[in-house]
């Protein structure tokens, strides 16, 4: 019996030993990354380094949608896009938050479709900043159950499944630093359907006021924006509407924009633009973001 | 037929059935015993040993041998 | 609950601790295992319960009947038999084939353009139903052909029944290994402790590291084979397999990990089957809880009522057998025609064998190497192509998925995959590597290797794969739908 638990506890400092080293080997190269844009290059971009006039949140839409040099030469301001895919309304809100430790942009732009959607989509993803980035240390220990933070106190945890991550990163990430990313290939036009599906998921929904809030505090315009798509879900966007309604929030709603659905090959697939397509929604989006703004 | 005459009955069985060149088989013989005596091959060895003692078991006692001792024992029982 | 989450190891160590220290005799052990189990199977699916305790005290008393009447009234004992087998069908028949049963008879109905007011069904599968129905079957059929002697202990029995480990996905014991375990006291047994805990470790690795892995870019590619080509799909065909394997086989080693530190051993479910030489050979290997059952109770008795067909009556009885094997697994065609295909297979391997073994003895085959391991690669790749078709989820689903193969070879969908490469494929390259050991010679094996370091330093570095490589977010097991 005492065998047994010597080995046991032999078992667990070795265990304890390598999460150290791992996680500290870890912790290092998460905070070294190069100037890349893969997935972990861009969500540590932007929870630790990046600043801007103009910040772009939201998934894959704002990532493929938002080129920060055309709607910078229209609005003449430096415009940042954290969009990452599969991304939610938290983790817009911990952007956020993270953006304001280091600035205080004059905009902030969520393209809003789906952001409220249930499921944890690939929140997951910023674990690796737990103990890292503020808001992200104290989301995990606000909101999750102790089970998930007794887990965090393991840094091979936190950083489990990184190692993919960071080689993609080293392989084969473009070396763009606004965080846009073009979206090679396209369809041909298609015909948009109506769907009605409205799932709201009530956490991500305090975390969109907490994004009104904050902006409301440090005096900062807040822009939703609807990009165009072909499944369009009729229900969610009047619920977005009286949403913005409420929060005397512009919402910019480039969904039934016939421009995007009359010629081929803007669309890359049902639900993202194209290169040719972001292009025109950028411009169309910065000139309305221009009126919005103001001189 | 006595018991000692049925064992080496059935050892000529097996072997031939099986394709072994020897087996001397006991009363507490079982199939894990025998590598090629599996579910497959065990059909064939109950026909065999049917046709060789003119006796025909009913499936339950088929069911009911756990070793070849009680095998014998039903062809003991059924010889007239 | 499962076993690889935290509210499953609270669980255990709420029922382990008074287990082991408070009752001094079985019966109290028994007691407190069987609240234990019901309490667990009552988180899963509370509405069943009932019906668990209620066949378990008819098929108790069905086993006492049917040994009283055993040679007093042969002819009752057979009935009783018989009866407890349509029971346990047809709880398994009104559960989980009944609503495909009506939905194929309306659109039969349909098609014969005659007039019917069936509609289609929703009745919801308990889970483990396939497991446990088959225990009590096998419990009076074993009884009937005196293997063992009913339990006069009802506790006992229902815990027999509803083992908490087992009772969702198997493996799907016997009475007559298990029930006298419960008849003895158990002790704490550090052996025992420390073997379940190395094949729960084990167990978890497997499912994990490699199946949950794989799970994300198999469903991709199987979910939407019409966007994806020869490559994806056969590359998909290979994963899967070895998605199964992993994750079947890592509940298995779970459950009985668990089972054997509470000091009780059940039936094992896998011996290495990507070490079989042949199609017959990896069954016996593989699931081997229910061919051993379905061998055993089906196949046998179809095999000495059909004796005198000779071959052929071997061959009816291997093809259906096998079908019996496929459809258990529920009620859908694909599983029909799995069946079907692995019994066409084993009836040609059954009837190739003489030649076989005669061509192997004219080449002098036994001991070449390269020729065991065609051999072992032929089998697999008959079973990734089975794996198509026991994962599609419909028969049209696997003709299309068919259909892709002849569009040609391209490249490989590569979106996820790198984790595969980087996670699952040097755990696959373990897992080979200690089948392999295991299959030539049985004494390098890290987690039981001679010296203490090693042994200690292969756990730690285990675990710690586990938690930075292993899909942590978990996923349900494949065969909790069966």
């Known amino acids: 019996m005492k065998q047994l638990f010597l080995k046991a506890v032999a078992i667990l400092a070795l265990v304890v030993a390598i999460d150290v080293a791992v996680g500290s080997a870890s912790r290092y190269v998460c905070t070294h990354l190069s100037d890349k844009q893969s997935q972990i290059g861009s969500i540590q971009q932007s929870l630790l380094r990046k600043t801007g006039d103009v910040l772009v949140l939201g998934a894959s839409c704002a990532k493929y949608h938002y080129n920060p040099q055309i709607l910078g030469d229209s609005l003449q301001l430096t415009v940042q896009n954290s969009g990452v895919g599969g991304m939610n309304m938290i983790y817009c809100d911990l952007v956020l938050q993270a953006y304001l430790e280091r600035c205080r942009p004059q905009c902030v732009v969520v393209d809003i479709y789906g952001q409220l959607d249930p499921g944890e989509g690939r929140l997951p993803r910023v674990k690796p900043f737990y103990g890292i980035s503020q808001p992200v240390t104290s989301y995990y220990d606000r909101e999750t159950d102790w089970q998930q933070r007794l887990k965090l106190c393991s840094a091979l945890y936190r950083y489990n499944g990184t190692f993919d991550l960071l080689f993609r990163h080293l392989l084969n990430a473009p070396n763009t630093t606004n965080g846009y990313a073009v979206k090679a290939g396209a369809v041909a036009r298609f015909d948009t359907v109506v769907v009605r599906n409205l799932k709201i998921d009530t956490v991500k929904v305090c975390h969109l006021e907490n994004i009104v809030a904050l902006c409301r505090q440090h005096d900062i315009r807040l822009v939703f924006v609807l990009s165009p798509r072909r499944h369009h879900d009729v229900e969610q966007e009047a619920w977005l509407a009286d949403v913005c309604q409420h929060y005397s929030i512009p919402l910019i709603n480039e969904l039934h924009e016939p421009v995007y659905y009359s010629r081929d090959g803007l669309f890359f697939d049902d639900s993202h633009l194209s290169g040719p397509g972001a292009t025109i929604f950028s411009q169309r989006v910065g000139s309305r973001l221009k009126a919005i703004l103001g001189p | 037929m006595e018991r000692t005459e049925i064992f080496e009955r059935l050892n000529e069985i097996f072997a031939d059935v099986l394709d072994l060149d020897d087996v001397s088989l006991t009363d507490a013989t079982t199939a894990n015993d025998i590598e090629e005596w599996d579910s497959l091959s065990h059909i064939p060895l109950v026909v065999a040993v049917e046709k060789a003692f003119g006796v025909k078991f009913t499936s339950l006692e088929i069911m009911k041998w756990s070793n070849v001792g009680e095998m014998v024992n039903s062809i003991l029982q059924k010889q007239p | ?482």
Request: proline content about 3%; hydrophobic content about 50%; charged content about 15%.
């Open chain 3, 1 to 482: 609950m499962v076993v690889n989450s935290i509210n499953f190891w609270l669980f255990f160590v709420i029922v382990l601790v008074p287990y082991f220290l408070c009752f001094r005799g079985k019966g109290g052990q028994n007691l407190w295992l069987l609240l234990a189990s019901y309490v667990f199977y009552g988180w899963a699916d509370w509405r069943i319960l009932p019906l668990l305790v209620a066949v378990t005290a008819v098929f108790y008393a069905l086993g006492l009947a049917i040994e009283h009447n055993n040679h007093l009234r042969p002819r009752r004992a057979s009935h009783l038999t018989t009866l407890g087998v349509v029971l346990g069908l047809g709880i398994l028949f009104y559960f989980k084939y009944f609503g495909f049963f009506v939905t194929e008879m309306a659109a039969l109905f349909t098609a014969l353009s005659l007039p019917h007011s069936l509609r289609s069904l929703n009745i919801v599968m308990p889970i483990g139903i396939s497991f446990f129905t088959f225990k009590l079957m096998g419990y009076v059929i074993e009884v009937h052909r005196e293997s063992i002697r009913p339990t006069r202990d009802i506790v006992e029995f229902g815990t027999f029944v509803a083992f908490f480990p087992t009772i969702l996905s198997g493996p799907i014991d016997r009475a007559g290994t298990f029930l006298p375990q419960l008849a003895e006291r158990r002790r704490f047994g550090e052996n025992n402790f420390v073997e379940g805990l190395k094949r729960v470790l084990w167990g978890m690795f497997l499912k994990m590291c490699i199946a949950d892995v794989i799970a994300p870019w198999t469903d991709a590619v199987f979910g939407n084979y019409a966007h994806h080509n020869a490559t994806s799909i056969l590359v998909a065909a290979v994963l899967y397999l070895i998605q199964l394997y992993t994750d079947f086989c890592g509940f298995s080693e779970m459950a009985i990990g668990v089972a054997r530190m509470m000091g009780l051993r059940v039936a094992e479910n896998f011996n290495r089957p990507f070490m079989a030489k042949n199609v017959a050979d990896y069954w016996r290997r593989w699931h081997m809880s229910l061919t051993t059952w379905i061998t055993d109770y089906v196949f046998l008795t179809l095999n000495v009522s059909l004796r005198n067909w000779g071959q052929w009556g071997v061959y009816v009885a291997t093809l259906v057998n096998l079908i019996v094997i496929g459809v258990w697994h529920g009620a859908n065609w694909t599983y029909f025609w799995f069946g079907v295909y692995h019994g066409l297979l084993l009836v040609a391997t059954t009837s190739l064998d003489k030649r076989r073994k005669k061509f192997e003895k004219n080449h002098r085959l036994k001991d070449n190497q390269l020729y065991a391991w065609s051999r072992r690669l032929l089998t697999f790749s008959f079973f990734a192509f089975g794996s198509v078709l026991f994962r599609a989820t419909s028969m049209s689903d696997f003709l299309g998925t068919l259909a892709r193969l002849p569009q040609g070879f391209s490249t490989l969908y590569t979106e996820e995959f790198s984790s595969i490469i980087l996670y699952a494929f040097p755990a696959i390259a373990l897992v080979f590597l200690r089948e392999w050991a295991a299959e030539y010679r049985r004494d390098i094996h890290f987690l039981h290797a001679h010296r203490t370091w090693v042994r200690l330093v292969s756990i730690a570095l285990m675990i710690s794969y586990i938690l930075y490589a292993g899909q942590l977010e978990g996923q349900s097991f494949i065969y909790f739908q069966f």
